[in-house]
RNA sequence: GCCGGUGUGGUGGAAUAGGUAGACACAAGGGACUUAAAAUCCCUCGGUGGCAACACUGUACCGGUUCGAGUCCGGUCACCGGCACCA
């Protein structure tokens, strides 16, 4: 009987789709699990090989879960909005819908090849009007508890795509797709306050079950700090002021910055006497991008604005105000006071510009560089009522001084910024707001929705920036929701990250025309019990929509604070010799090529043993024939095992165990372990003959893995019993935890901490049996001649160290 | 620069409440079967020495703790990922 993979894989699928094993019963009595992958962008190129690592490795998890008893929902959908279908569209001259559908309906029939147990009338798709509806309704509400506004922010702007991009789509400054200049554009911008949930957000990341560094990574992200707000008068007779995580240096404050587009440099126009100077300055600061003002960092630069100067609130002193593009405007106040002995880029600065050091913490040299201690180790100095104390002791002594004198106060920081949410492109979710030129913006009311995507005749972008919607006049030119007047509508759209902020929600009741999903769906669903995704999704898509979940659970909409609970992440698939797969390297491995060849088992099972889930891998076609060779050797069992149903008694051991181990295994994402595991018990089974009742656990054990080639199997020894339920619907195997130890065990007899030899006695000898089969052994001994015992380091079953003298 | 991670045979990788390093595979070499090839099966496979038994040595490098360290501690180097003038 041969192993023909493409026709059993056939059969399985079709029989899969004709009964739909995979349905969840939304209110169903067993306990839920709701297992979650990230949804995946429909490119034209169609499944990549690094889709299968993690897809497979929840469909076992999800596969295992039904086996114990579940109510799984393991749903799929598609991310489809976004530039590549757009650019594709524009250059063939097809409408991105079209090229949309034609991607998703090849994605399907790859995510189906490969025998995924998703739940398929289920499947999301985000430029799906009835689901987009749904986004748009999601920005009215925080529009309407004022999270959503208008402001002119500088944005990065390819001159080739005529476009604007996302921070994350700049690389080295150039445009990630084209290689063109980007530049920065003042444009206005509809913005999200995820600042507001900012404190949240981390509090929160405690009571979530995610891998340490996607939590370490959303924090420093989020990057809270904590400091003092400083008030400094000027001779502008003014207020300036100033965030410090250092103010017990306060008196070594000899100069102050601010950034180049800081409000007062405009202020402060007719008293400053070298303003064409300065005003040069900030148009120079103005035309660099982003890039090259981080690439100067080895050089600082600046003007100091004669005519106004500022006060030190301490002592008094009048000290120098400079402009400098080292000082960012979008962190704390724009404004720092400069510490030069103390702070790296300070002291940098002062030598350029000649600024006054002075030492305040004692402890280094300041003359040859800012003594910039973050610990306990330095003593204030030249700093009045300070003087003597720590640097620990003295910041809150200094900030109650503050809050004494109004002069300041604790404050928090963070460098999150607030989410640029307008696009100037066609294929995105268009923003359902109007602009009267009497009502300022208004939202459009939720019975509009949703705003459907006009048919543009060219979805080219424009000169202007404008989004290519700005163009369909029909269109853009309304009447004013609230007074009937003439108006127009918003033509930028929504990021690609919106529709994939709220997905996992729509799954739970994808086709609900009345609300985003239902409360009892809600209730019952909530929260997605185990996520896994890609680590470059940690500070965008996993941040920006745990902020929508949290701002829905304000609102009433979701019953949990937080989407997810827990949160894996798994690594690179890698071209052969460890390099990244890329078309330019001509190395990339296309997933069907893998299946017409071994098949969808062997390809399942190989992305799983490839190697550690959470770390990349290199790819290799020579070592899937590993994978295929075990699957060949598992089908030929079928051939010669005894027709007993009975487990046989020297197999008992080996079976009891690897339940246990691939148990334990599938549960830690550790498939590599689990499937070597199930080898091992493969060569015992071929070594000690086996029974068909040994094979059937086998069977259920693999199942998660290959479950066209189990199906096939347990259809062909009879196991399908009179209720014709497959495989995939029996129970997971249970284990006996006496029966996975043996009887006798192999022990390691150390002398003086050296292995010299093993030894076997039975399981749980005491030390004193060990000590003596130890002694008793011929190899053992010749070590122990003429010595006497001193110790003896008894590790019961493992290892027995002898201390001789 | 800061934060995090990793470093084990020719290759992918096993092994952590500190307890026989190299499980399970790939490749390679040898053998069986075959007219031949493929497939399959058996054997060898970290290094050095030895016919062998065996000995010594070995988990990036240096040092420490311990009866015992791939695993813990201190330091160094290399690579990967993230952030990057965040006051």
């Not at 097809?94 to 499947?123: C, E």
């Not at 007719?270 to 900030?282: F, G, K, R, S």
């Not at 150390?750 to 399981?763: E, F, H, N, S, Y």
Request: glycine content about 6%; hydrophobic content about 35%; charged content about 25%.
């Amino acid at each position: 009987m041969k192993y023909d993979f493409t026709n059993i894989e056939k059969k399985w699928q079709a029989k899969w789709e004709e009964t739909k094993p995979y349905a969840a019963v939304t209110g169903d009595p067993r306990k839920k699990f709701y297992g979650l992958i990230e949804f995946p962008y429909p490119s034209g190129q169609g499944l990549h090989v690094g889709h299968p690592r993690p897809f497979t490795a929840m469909d076992i998890i999800c596969r295992k879960k039904r086996m114990q008893g579940y109510n799984v929902l393991f749903p799929i959908g598609f991310d489809a909005f976004g530039l590549p279908t757009e650019n594709y569209a524009i250059k063939n001259h097809v409408h991105p819908a079209i090229v949309t559908k034609q991607n998703i309906s090849r994605f399907t029939q790859q995510l189906k090849m490969l025998g995924y147990s998703f739940d398929w009338d289920r499947v999301v798709d985000t430029t799906d009007p009835q689901y987009y509806k749904w986004t748009q309704w999601i920005f009215l509400k925080l529009y309407e508890k004022g999270l959503a506004y208008k402001t002119t922010m500088p944005v990065n702007w390819c001159t080739s795509c005529k476009c604007v991009l996302a921070n994350e789509e700049v690389v080295n400054g150039v445009c990630e797709r084209c290689g063109s200049e980007v530049v920065r554009k003042e444009k206005s911008q509809w913005m999200l306050k995820i600042t507001e949930y900012a404190q949240r957000l981390i509090d929160d990341l405690d009571d979530v079950d995610y891998i340490e560094r996607v939590k370490i990574q959303q924090r420093n992200w989020i990057g809270r700090s904590t400091g003092a707000e400083v008030n400094f008068t000027t001779t502008a007779g003014d207020v300036l002021k100033i965030f410090t995580t250092r103010c017990d240096t306060l008196f070594g404050a000899t100069y102050m910055v601010l950034a180049p587009e800081h409000e007062f440099v405009k202020k402060w126009k007719p008293l400053i006497t070298n303003y064409q100077e300065v005003e040069a300055y900030v148009e120079e600061a103005a035309r660099k991008s982003d890039f090259e003002r981080a690439e100067l960092n080895k050089e600082k630069t600046g003007v100091m604005i004669q005519g106004v100067r500022a006060i030190n609130p301490v002592n008094g002193k009048e000290i120098p105000i400079f402009i400098s593009d080292y000082v960012l405007v979008t962190y704390g106040t724009g404004a720092i006071m400069a510490v030069p002995a103390h702070d790296t880029r300070d002291w940098e600065f002062a030598k350029k510009f000649g600024c006054e050091i002075v030492e305040v913490v004692a402890g280094g040299d300041v003359e040859k560089e800012a003594f910039t201690l973050k610990d306990d180790t330095g003593i204030l100095v030249n700093s009045g009522f300070l003087n003597g104390l720590t640097v620990k002791q003295a910041i809150p002594v200094m900030e109650k001084w503050l809050e004494e004198q109004k002069l300041g106060k604790q404050k928090v920081n963070y460098k999150l910024r607030d989410w640029v949410f307008s696009r100037q492109r066609y294929w995105g979710e268009p923003i359902p707001m109007v602009y009267c030129e009497k009502c300022g913006w208004v939202p459009l009311p939720e019975s509009q929705l949703p705003l459907l995507l006009p048919n543009v005749e060219s979805y080219e972008p424009t000169d202007t920036g404008e989004s290519p919607l700005s163009k369909m006049t029909d269109w853009v030119n309304t009447t004013c929701p609230h007074c009937g007047g003439p108006a127009k509508r918003e033509t930028d759209t929504m990021p690609q990250w919106a529709g994939s902020s709220w997905y996992f929600l729509r799954y739970m009741d994808p086709h609900n025309d009345k609300e985003l999903a239902s409360k009892e769906a809600l209730d019952y669903w909530s929260p997605v019990d185990w996520y896994n995704g890609g680590m470059e999704h940690t500070t965008l898509h996993l941040l920006y929509s745990r902020f929508w979940h949290k701002f829905l659970y304000d609102i009433g909409v979701v019953p949990t604070k937080e989407p997810y609970q827990k949160r894996t992440s798994h690594g690179m698939i890698l071209g052969e010799g460890g390099e990244k797969m890329s078309k330019s390297r001509g190395n990339v491995v296309n997933p069907n090529d893998i299946v017409d060849q071994y098949g969808a088992d062997t390809m399942r099972l190989h992305i799983m043993f490839i190697g550690d889930f959470e770390k990349a891998v290199s790819w290799s076609n020579e070592a899937v024939k590993g994978s295929k060779r075990f699957l060949d050797r598992v089908w030929n069992l079928a051939d010669c095992c005894t027709n007993s149903e009975e487990i046989s008694e020297k197999n008992e051991s080996i079976i009891h165990k690897t339940i246990k181990k691939v148990s334990e295994d599938i549960d830690e994402l550790k498939m590599n372990t689990a499937i070597a595991a199930l080898m091992t018990m493969v060569n015992e089974f071929y070594a000690n003959g086996c029974s068909k009742g040994d094979v059937r656990i086998l069977l259920l054990l693999l199942s998660p893995f290959a479950p066209h080639m189990v199906e096939e199997l347990w259809e062909i020894l009879g196991f399908a019993d009179a209720t014709g339920k497959m495989a995939c619907q029996q129970e997971w195997p249970a284990y006996d935890p006496a029966k996975t130890v043996d009887a006798a065990v192999e022990m390691a007899v150390q002398i003086g901490g050296k292995l010299r030899g093993t030894i076997q006695v039975p399981v749980g000898s005491d030390q004193e049996t060990v000590v003596s089969v130890a002694l008793n052994n011929e190899k053992i001994a010749k070590f122990a001649e003429g010595k006497s015992l001193v110790k003896v380091i008894h590790v019961p079953n493992k290892v027995v160290n002898l201390i001789l003298k």
